[in-house]
T-cell receptor, first 110, second 114 residues
Framework: LAKTTQPISMDSYEGQEVNITCSHN???????ITWYQQFPSQGPRFIIQ???TKVTNEVASLFIPADRKSSTLSLPRVSLSDTAVYYC???????????FGSGTRLQVQP | DADVTQTPRNRITKTGKRIMLECSQT?????MYWYRQDPGLGLRLIYY???????NKGEISDGYSVSRQAQAKFSLSLESAIPNQTALYFC?????????????FGSGTRLTVV
């Protein structure tokens, strides 16, 4: 199983850009990189997914270098409502279930 | 209606009791999963099913069993509940076809074993 390593916690202020980096050194060729957001007592919510290079949607960007051994989730201009735990997962449509790490707890201050 | 529905939302049970948590989905996904989350920790995989006849153990399956009654239903049972099974339980679904679109999670079941 592809193991991921993320910072345990990060702090930011409203309006700032936040970048959370995830290491996944043993990513497999057919693995995708997916990021989830979780609020207390709620199920994780899909944020963004990528395979290589850069992906952008309405809430975030995902940067993946050529070797794919890491990825960076970028949240532009965070607000208080972005305070949550963010999980990086590596895997895909193969016959493996995704394994969650401990995630990164982001605290946004006013 | 939610794509993935878990029942009950909250449950308090006594040690030694058998309890079933239910999950149903309307997404038409073949793959379903049960995860457990303890306070301040990430999610740990209990069981997963890639279709009705395919059941697989996850990293913490001891003390749990599952039943995939239909494509849309996946139940988790605690045969004899113990206090350290007090946790938040999540069901999820996924579709391996046409690329990988990640998991869809239910809202969770908060289980307390006293």
């Amino acid at each position: 199983l592809a193991k991921t390593t993320q910072p345990i916690s990060m702090d930011s202020y409203e309006g700032q850009e936040v970048n959370i980096t995830c290491s996944h050194n043993n990513i497999a060729t057919n693995d995708y990189i997916t990021w989830y957001q979780q609020f207390p007592s709620q199920g994780p919510r899909f944020i963004i997914q990528g395979y290589k290079t850069k992906v952008t949607n309405e809430v975030a960007s995902l940067f993946i270098p050529a070797d794919r051994k890491s990825s960076t989730l970028s949240l532009p201009r965070v607000s208080l409502s972005d305070t949550a735990v963010y999980y990086c997962l590596v895997g895909g449509a193969g016959r493996r279930a995704l394994t969650f790490g401990s995630g990164t707890r982001l605290q946004v201050q006013p | 209606d939610a794509d993935v529905t878990q029942t009950p939302r909250n449950r308090i049970t006594k040690t030694g009791k058998r309890i079933m948590l239910e999950c149903s989905q309307t997404k038409g996904h073949d793959r379903m999963y049960w995860y457990r989350q303890d306070p301040g920790l990430g999610l740990r995989l209990i069981y997963y099913s890639f279709d009705v006849k395919d059941i697989n153990k996850g990293e913490i399956s001891d003390g749990y069993s599952v039943s995939r009654q239909a494509q849309a239903k996946f139940s988790l049972s605690l045969e004899s509940a113990i206090p350290n099974q007090t946790a938040l339980y999540f069901c999820a679904t996924s579709d391996p076809g046409t690329g990988w679109a990640g998991y869809t999670f239910g809202s969770g079941t908060r289980l307390t074993v006293v």
